[in-house]
């Protein structure tokens, strides 16, 4: 037993310094949908809708920033003319930030 404590500890320890940072949090409001935005250091985004955490990955846009979850089917917009919110093909008004 001792000896397979060895091998997986270092592998655990490994796995736990491996953290990524808060950037910023932001609330929006897309329409009747509220989203609670957390965005990673990793060039990646929590966003929290109706209390479901969805991990969306930066993808490639053309202008701005693009984050998606091809599973969840959830994509969120950045760029110049707003941030925009889409589930499973359904695309929400512009989000305004939710400011407290």
Excluded: H, W
């Excluded at 093909?89 to 407290?100: A, K, S």
């Amino acid at each position: 037993m001792k000896k397979y404590l060895a091998l997986v500890l270092p592998l655990f320890a490994a796995a736990c310094a491996n953290t990524v940072d808060v950037e910023d949090k932001i609330e929006y409001k897309c329409g009747d949908q509220v989203i609670k935005a957390e965005m990673l250091g990793d060039d990646s985004m929590i966003a929290n809708i109706n209390g479901i955490n969805n991990v969306l990955v930066r993808t490639a846009s053309d202008s701005g920033r693009r984050y998606e979850n091809n599973a969840t089917q959830v994509v969120f917009t950045q760029s110049d003319n707003g941030n925009y919110l889409s589930i499973k093909g359904r695309n929400y008004p512009l989000c305004q930030e939710i400011v407290r």
